[in-house]
């Protein structure tokens, strides 16, 4: 058996020292002794086949066989003509090595770097649904507290209409010029949602911030066309109530609504889809769900 050195090795496999140690170790090979030089680690010639076959690695060169060393030849000599042939060959693998120690470092940071972008996203889409849950819980809150105030009202109402005489209505004064909204006034009602309410006529009334009552027919292309210039907006139907928001820039709507300071989601589809069928079987299912904890 022809022994080869280490460095010798790592040319024909086309691999640095470290390498070559790793996959000896995982071969459960181990490093013999030259038999010229002690100084010297290296292999036989079926281990490094046997490497080359375990790593798919072709074998770049053959090595030479060793002659054999004539009598009068010390082993002095040989192994200082040995340590020569191991420098040599010692610059070979230099730039395969350094390539590679490259190509890990650039791959390493590219990881690193989608590792932080879906963190980022990740910590963007919680903020996201923080902010919705906390503007739906004070939605939450003062719709509550106005449905609990609505039978007095109405009950103080039909008194009051009761006791009052009934008046010749005189002609209105003349329409006073509305006044110009502070920034203070415009910045709130950008913060207010849109709203589609079910009035006590039956009717549906779509209420934008900026521009008051909408005449819109429910269903309508002009119906789908408002919707798909929202983010988000309130649903008050007759079975249930929540809020809508739209996925990032999709076309894709959902359902919120919190009870007891749980979320509950709903998926209520496309934009194309969203007709007012649809918006009350979802509250129904929202309402049902509340009902039933």
């Known amino acids: 058996m022809t022994p080869i050195a280490q460095m010798e090795c790592c040319t024909m496999l086309g691999i640095g020292p470290k390498t070559l140690r790793n996959w000896l170790r995982h071969a459960n090979m181990q490093f013999s002794i030259h038999p010229t030089d002690a100084r010297l680690k290296c292999l036989m010639v079926e281990q490094v086949q046997q490497l080359a076959a375990l790593h798919a690695r072709p074998l770049q060169m053959s090595p030479p066989a060793s002659p054999a060393l004539p009598a009068d030849v010390t082993p002095r000599a040989s192994s200082q003509g040995q340590t020569a042939a191991a420098q040599a060959n010692k610059a070979l693998p230099v730039s395969a090595t350094s390539s590679l120690s490259e190509e890990a470092e650039l791959r390493k940071a590219v990881c690193g770097l989608e590792a932080k972008v879906l963190t980022l996203q990740e910590q963007l889409t919680h903020l996201t649904f923080e902010l919705l849950r906390e503007r739906t819980e004070r939605y939450e809150q003062r719709l509550s507290a106005l449905e609990a ?3 007095q009202h109405a009950a103080r109402s039909s008194s009051a209409q009761e006791l009052v005489p009934v008046v010749e209505q005189r002609p209105s004064s003349p329409s006073v010029p509305e006044r110009a909204l502070q920034p203070a006034e415009l910045l709130a009602r950008s ?5 589609i309410e079910y009035g006590t ?3 549906y009334v779509l ?3 900026q ?11 002009e119906w789908f066309d408002w919707l798909a210039s929202l983010a988000s907006f309130r649903f008050l139907g007759s079975q249930g109530r929540f809020t809508a928001y739209r996925e990032g820039q999709t076309r894709t709507w959902k359902a919120y ?5 749980r979320p509950h989601r709903r998926y209520l589809g496309i934009t194309d889809r969203l007709t007012i069928a649809r918006l009350e ?3 129904a299912s929202l309402q049902s769900e509340m009902t039933s904890l």
Not at 191 to 195: D, G
Not at 211 to 221: H, K, M, N, Q
Not at 257 to 261: I, N, S, W
């Open 207 to 209: 209420i934008c911030p």
């Open 149 to 151: 105030l609505r039978p």
């Open 211 to 221: 521009e008051g009552v909408l005449s819109v027919t429910l269903d309508s292309p």
């Open 257 to 261: 609504r919190t009870f007891h300071g």
């Open 281 to 283: 079987h979802v509250a």
């Open 191 to 195: 913060r207010i949602l849109p709203r």
């Open 201 to 203: 006529q039956g009717l």
